[in-house]
């Protein structure tokens, strides 16, 4: 399936594939009276991705180009601060637009800018990692990190489109790509056993079919989010595998001993785990679990954790933002392609999970 005349109707916002997307764009351009325009990316899209998108804007507009520094660690309100000061000094109004060029920082961050300023502004995201059109930049959440936690200031707030341009992805790097991987995986096993068993070999799978593979990821996160637009329900399904994998990626990205982890490395983990406190609740078989563990750990490297660890991960959990009522909330799947909200789970389990990781 040619990906370039389809189109994804999200709750109350298109979501463009390849050309499909630049005609749309430079229509609403066309057709919206903005004041102005400004393209928020960071120093790689900066690079890499700005000189592709430039030429296929067909606008009047003043365009200014905001840059900050790539990197999970400037995802935080002092770059916030920074991206506010600049368009109140070009002159930035209620009429403004901003198009987010980039990963999950960028869209995330430059969604956020926008839906703060002036109480708010017009946005369109343009996600340019696998990880950010799977995931970051569908679904309506904006936000940045507090000190070493994930997403903790933030707003539900729709862009006006979003563009997925699976071309933008020859500038991503390996590591990269597995990252957005990771989520692709856990849509599998949270929604869809058919498309799971799509990366049971993924040695085998071309580039032709990563871009179904992709509209597949959006659509299964399309379908929950418009559900569940603002996560009371069903949209907690979601975070399989992020409830330990966030806590494992702040502590990996405050611990000067450690080696920072990509999003999806910390989810790749956590899905695991995860899976392993579903098999002990009975919620899926052991050759589920196995198949799960073998093609997870085929696809990413073995994170080591030491004894002392543990501890310090476990109490990031208590700031995860599913918690309600100070009780820690884990989403787990039962059976692989079916989903369970609102599990708690003792420590002593996960503790048991992370010695299975590591066997």
Request: glycine share 6%; with cysteine.
């Amino acid at each position: 399936m040619s990906l370039q005349s389809h189109t994804i109707q999200a709750v109350d916002h298109p979501i463009h594939f390849n050309e499909k997307g630049y005609e749309a764009l430079n229509a609403h351009l066309k057709a919206t009276k903005y004041s102005n325009l400004f393209i928020i990316v960071d120093s790689n899209t900066n690079e890499f991705c700005l000189p592709v998108f430039l030429p296929l804007l067909e606008t009047t507009l003043a365009i200014e180009i905001i840059e900050f520094e790539a990197g999970e660690i400037n995802k935080n309100i002092d770059t916030c601060v920074e991206l506010w000061n600049v368009l109140t000094d070009l002159n930035g109004d209620r009429k403004s637009l901003v198009i987010n060029l980039g990963g999950g920082v960028v869209t995330d961050l430059g969604g956020f800018v926008a839906s703060t300023f002036k109480r708010g502004i017009d946005f369109i995201n343009v996600p340019t990692t696998l990880l950010s059109m799977v995931d970051a930049s569908v679904g309506g959440k904006n936000g940045v990190d507090l000190g070493n936690l994930k997403n903790q200031i933030g707003v539900f707030n729709l862009p006006k489109m979003v563009i997925v341009d699976t071309e933008y992805l020859a500038t991503v790097p390996q590591n990269e790509m597995r990252s957005g991987l990771a989520e692709m995986l856990k849509h599998g096993l949270i929604f869809d056993k058919n498309y799971w068993e799509h990366f049971l070999n993924i040695r085998s799978i071309n580039f032709a079919q990563l871009d179904e593979l992709i509209f597949r990821s959006v659509e299964i996160k399309n379908e929950i989010v418009t559900a569940d637009p603002t996560e009371k329900n069903i949209r907690k399904a979601l975070n399989f595998g992020h409830t330990l994998g966030h806590a494992i990626e702040s502590y990996f990205l405050e611990n000067e001993d450690k080696t920072t982890l990509l999003h999806g490395e910390a989810i790749a983990v956590g899905m695991i785990l995860e899976s392993y406190i579903s098999l002990h609740k009975n919620l899926i078989t052991e050759a589920e679990f196995d198949q799960i563990k073998t093609t997870i750990k085929s696809i990413y490297q073995d994170i080591t954790f030491d004894n002392q660890d543990i501890n310090p991960i476990l109490e990031l959990l208590i700031h995860d933002k599913k918690n309600e009522y100070g009780t820690i909330q884990f989403a787990l799947i039962q059976g692989i392609g079916k989903i369970i909200i609102n599990q708690t789970v003792e420590n002593e389990l996960i503790l048991k999970a992370f010695v299975d990781y590591q066997s």
